[in-house]
């Protein structure tokens, strides 16, 4: 699996939109983009992912450039509970193969 | 309804115990796995069992043994604990192999002393 670099941590004013960017130069071609999320005590929460194109759900949005080296997570209207360590990770969809996860960014969002 | 649930949540214990961890999931998934989350955070898969068999078995000293009676439960036994043993464990599921997501539980905070 390819492997990604993400900032260590990251402030954001609450209410507004986050932009967590992701580098994983070395991707492949059949490799996914999955971002987690982690609270403080809890465990990780699946947030989105993609393979090529942008993707939006209830929780956030992924935009993957074009070339795939990198992405951003967007949290559009960020709120206090939004405050996590988010997890971006690279992989292929098949059977035996894991998630593996990186330091991820610590993203504290303030009042 | 919890999707995931371990028991306990917190195992405090002293070293050379044998000690076990339970988890079950009500989604009706086929697999699940066991994670390790470090003092430094870093989360570590150790084991992935689907529809009760074995298929992810990372490097892990062989007093962790995981048994699957069902699908829908993944147990952690361990073996003589050490020090290094302390840790947040986290089981999660996923409705097959490689499934795109993965559903976690609230974890187990293990303490050995």
């Known amino acids: 699996d390819a492997k990604t670099t993400q900032p260590p941590s990251m402030d954001c004013a609450e209410g507004r939109a986050a932009n967590l960017p992701c580098n994983h130069s070395?991707?492949?071609?059949?490799?996914?983009v999955y971002w987690y999320r982690q609270i403080h005590s809890q465990g990780p929460q699946y947030i989105i992912h993609?393979?090529?194109n942008n993707e939006t759900n209830e929780m956030a949005s992924l935009i993957i450039t074009e070339d795939r080296k990198s992405s951003t997570l967007i949290l559009p209207h960020a709120t206090l509970r939004d405050t996590a360590v988010y997890y971006c990770?690279?992989?292929?969809?098949?059977?035996?193969?894991?998630?593996?996860f990186g330091g991820g960014t610590r993203v504290l969002v303030k009042p | 309804d919890t999707a995931v649930s371990q028991t306990p949540k917190y195992l405090v214990t002293q070293m050379g115990n044998d000690k076990s961890i339970k988890c079950e999931q009500n989604?009706?998934?086929?697999?699940m796995y066991w994670y390790k989350q470090d003092s430094k955070k870093f989360l570590k898969i150790m084991f992935s069992?689907?529809?009760?068999?074995?298929?992810i078995n990372e490097t892990v000293p062989n007093r962790f043994s995981p048994k699957s009676p069902d699908k829908a439960h993944l147990n952690l036994h361990i073996n003589s604990l050490e020090l290094g043993d302390s840790a947040v464990y986290f089981c999660?599921?996923?409705?097959?192999?490689?499934?795109?997501?993965?559903?976690f539980g609230p974890g187990t905070r293990l303490l050995v002393l």
């Open positions: 999660a599921s996923s409705q097959m192999p490689g499934a795109e997501t993965q559903y």
């Open positions: 993609g393979l090529k």
């Open positions: 990770i690279v992989r292929v969809e098949a059977a035996g193969n894991k998630l593996t």
């Open positions: 070395t991707i492949s071609g059949n490799e996914y």
């Open positions: 989604l009706g998934h086929d697999t």
């Open positions: 069992y689907n529809n009760k068999e074995l298929i």
